[in-house]
C-alpha cells in the first residue's frame, strides 16, 4: 500500500509538471493559456486577519458555491473572503465580483506552492466546491487543522476514488471535514469505499443559486421590447452543433422570436453565428433592428440567467457534445419547459426533470421541430410542464442553509 501511495505521488507531480509545460507551449496560440499564466505571475496578497476562502475550478463552480459564501459571509461578516478560480474563463468573469475582498488564480499545485498559498490566504474556513481536487494544497488545509468543506460534491463509479489506482484520490477525500454531496446515490457510493465517515447528503446548492436569481431578476428593456407580444424560444449556452439544429426552425417561424446566447461570445463565434442565422441581430446594436427581425444573438456574458424570464420554452445547449448539457435550472426556475440534446445522463437534474415531466432531450432537427411545436400550439401542455419545472426547482432547495446551519452549529466559525 505504502509502495502503491508512492508511485501515485511520483505520477501526480509528473502530471503536474506536464500540465504546466503543455500550458506555456499553448500559450503561444491561445489566449486562454495565455491568461492562465499571466494571471498566476502576481504575487498573493497577504492577509494578517483570518479570512473565508472558497476555490471552483470555473464559473459554474463559482454559481454553486456563491450562495453558500454568501450566506457564510451574511452569518459571519467579520472576516475577510477570498476567491480563486482555476481556469481563466471564472476568473476573467468574476474578477471583479464585489462578494469578495479578493479574487485570484490558484496556484499550480505544489508542496512549496500549496504551503505558501495557505500561508498567505491564512484561512479560518476553506470552502471547495464540486469536484478539482489539487492534492498538496488539500494536504496543506488539513495540516494546518483548518475546517475543510466540500460544497454540493457528486460522484459516480467511473472516477479515479474508486478505482485500483485511486489511493491518492482517496487520500484526497479525507483530507476534508465534512463532504456535502448532492444525491443519496453518491451517498452510497462513497459508503461503498468506506469513503463515507464524513459525508452528509444536503442537495445540490445551485437550486438555491437559480431561486435567488429570478426573485431578483432585472427587466431588460430592449430585451423586453424586442420580445414584445409574441411567443419566445430562449436558446442558453448553444454551440455550433445547437445551433444547426435550431437553424431550420427559426427559419419556418417567423411569428416566433429566437434568443440564442452562444457559450462562446468572441468575435470570431459571433461571426459564425451570424452566417448560421443571417437575419439576426446582435444585442450590442439592438437599436439598430427592424420590425421584421424576430432572432437576436447576445453577444455579451452575464445576462443569460436574467433573459429566461421572457422565454416561453427554454433550449439549453450542449447536448451534442460529450462533455454535455448547460445549466438547465436557471431556465427551468422561471417555469417554462426546457429542452436539450441527448447527452444529459451525467446531469442527475436533467434525468429528474425529464421523469417530472418538464424537460425533453431531442435526437435531431426533427424531434425539435415537433416538440417545440407542440409547446408553442398546446398551451395546457406547456403550462402543465412549466410548473412541474418551477415545482422541481422550489422542491429541491434548502441546501445552502443546511449547509451554513452546520458550520454555524460545528462553532467552526466565531464572530
Known amino acids: 500500500m505504502a509502495k502503491h501511495a508512492f508511485l501515485s505521488l511520483i505520477f501526480y507531480n509528473i502530471f503536474l509538471a506536464l500540465y504546466r509545460a503543455a500550458i506555456g507551449l499553448a500559450s503561444v496560440w491561445d489566449e486562454k493559456a495565455r491568461l492562465w499564466l499571466r494571471g498566476r505571475r502576481k504575487p498573493l ?18 454559481e454553486q458555491g456563491r450562495p453558500v459564501l454568501e450566506a457564510v459571509k451574511k452569518r459571519f461578516p467579520g472576516y475577510p473572503v477570498v476567491l480563486t478560480f482555476f481556469s481563466p474563463s471564472g476568473y476573467e468573469i468574476r474578477k471583479n465580483y464585489t462578494g469578495a475582498d479578493a479574487v ?113 431578476a432585472s427587466n431588460i428593456p430592449p430585451v423586453a421590447a424586442f420580445c414584445g407580444q409574441q411567443p419566445v424560444l430562449v436558446a442558453g449556452s448553444t454551440w455550433e452543433e445547437d445551433e444547426e439544429v435550431l437553424a431550420h426552425y427559426v427559419r419556418q417561424h ?62 439549453i445547449g450542449g447536448g451534442f457534445r460529450d462533455s454535455g448539457i448547460h445549466n438547465t435550472l436557471e431556465a427551468a426556475v422561471y417555469g417554462i419547459p426546457v429542452v436539450f440534446g441527448p447527452v444529459y445522463e451525467k446531469f442527475n437534474e436533467a434525468v429528474e426533470m425529464i421523469e ?19 409547446y408553442f400550439t398546446n398551451a395546457h401542455h406547456r403550462t402543465r410542464a412549466g410548473l412541474a419545472a418551477k415545482t422541481y426547482v422550489a422542491e429541491h432547495t434548502g441546501s445552502t442553509k443546511m449547509i451554513t446551519d452546520w458550520i454555524y452549529e460545528k462553532r467552526l466559525l466565531t464572530s
Open 45 to 62: 496578497p497577504v492577509f494578517s486577519q483570518k479570512t473565508i476562502w472558497m476555490h471552483c475550478a470555473s464559473l459554474g463552480e463559482f
Open 356 to 374: 417530472a415531466g418538464c424537460a425533453t432531450s431531442i435526437e435531431n432537427a426533427l424531434e425539435l421541430e415537433q416538440i417545440l411545436d407542440d
Open 254 to 315: 417567423p411569428e416566433i422570436v429566437f434568443i440564442i446566447a452562444p457559450h462562446e461570445v468572441d468575435e470570431d463565434n459571433i461571426r459564425d453565428v451570424m452566417k448560421i442565422f443571417p437575419e439576426a441581430i446582435r444585442f450590442s446594436r439592438l437599436q439598430e433592428a427592424s420590425a421584421s427581425q424576430h432572432v437576436l444573438i447576445i453577444d455579451n456574458i452575464g445576462m443569460l440567467n436574467q433573459l429566461y424570464q421572457y422565454a416561453t420554452v427554454a433550449y
Open 104 to 216: 485570484l488564480y490558484l496556484p499550480l499545485d505544489g508542496r512549496a506552492s500549496a504551503r505558501k498559498t495557505i500561508q498567505s490566504l491564512n484561512p479560518a474556513l476553506v470552502l471547495w466546491v464540486k469536484y478539482e481536487y489539487w492534492y498538496y494544497h488539500l494536504t496543506e488545509v488539513q495540516k494546518q487543522e483548518v475546517p475543510l468543506i466540500l460544497v454540493s460534491g457528486i460522484f459516480r463509479p467511473h472516477q479515479p476514488f474508486f478505482k485500483w489506482y485511486g489511493n491518492l484520490w482517496n487520500k484526497m477525500l479525507r483530507r476534508f471535514t465534512v463532504i456535502f454531496v448532492q444525491n443519496e446515490a453518491s451517498y452510497r457510493l462513497l459508503e461503498a469505499h468506506q469513503l463515507h465517515q464524513h459525508a452528509v447528503v444536503a442537495g445540490d446548492t445551485r437550486f438555491d443559486r437559480v431561486m435567488d436569481v429570478a426573485s431578483n
